[in-house]
């Protein structure tokens, strides 16, 4: 089932394990919440001991803003998009343009970079 909602916020930065990541939580049935995102855009190298960022994830900041319609980050909060709900306590993998048919596939597009580490 397709669903509208509205951007609550955002969060591009570190999680606390230091992870680098991005999760945008939206508001949907007038009173519930959810984040979307999630997904690790670096990984750990044993070799330097230190966080590696993915090329590949640039990509999907730039996926994200394509489909909610936005050109900077700073601009999702307030914004309308729809997402695939496939049923209470399942992850939102795909979301899309509130009018336009354009969907940004987050499972799919990590698992063709190989980079499936988040939820």
Same mark, same amino acid.
Request: net charge negative; glycine share 10%.
């Given at each position: 089932?397709? /669903? +509208?909602?509205?951007? @609550?916020?955002?969060?591009?930065?570190?999680?606390?394990?230091? #992870?680098?990541? *991005?999760? #945008?939580? &939206?508001?949907?049935?007038?009173?519930?919440?959810?984040?979307?995102?999630? %997904?690790?855009?670096?990984?750990?190298?044993?070799?330097? /001991?230190?966080?590696?960022?993915?090329?590949?994830?640039?990509?999907?900041?730039?996926?994200?803003? @394509?489909?909610? $319609?936005?050109?900077? *980050?700073?601009?999702?909060?307030?914004? %309308? #998009?729809?997402?695939?709900?496939?049923?209470?306590?399942? #992850? &939102?993998?795909?979301?899309? +343009?509130?009018?336009?048919?354009? *969907?940004?596939?987050?499972?799919?597009?990590?698992?063709?970079? $190989? /980079?499936? %580490? $988040?939820?």
């Amino acid at each position: 089932m397709i /669903k +509208n909602a509205k951007i @609550e916020s955002t969060m591009l930065g570190r999680e606390d394990h230091g #992870i680098m990541t *991005w999760m #945008i939580t &939206i508001k949907f049935d007038k009173c519930v919440s959810c984040g979307v995102g999630g %997904y690790a855009l670096d990984s750990y190298d044993k070799e330097t /001991k230190t966080r590696v960022f993915y090329a590949e994830s640039m990509e999907s900041v730039s996926k994200l803003l @394509e489909v909610v $319609g936005v050109d900077k *980050w700073e601009d999702l909060p307030g914004k %309308y #998009i729809r997402f695939e709900d496939n049923g209470w306590g399942s #992850i &939102i993998t795909k979301i899309g +343009n509130i009018v336009e048919d354009k *969907w940004f596939d987050l499972k799919e597009f990590f698992g063709k970079v $190989g /980079k499936t %580490y $988040g939820c």
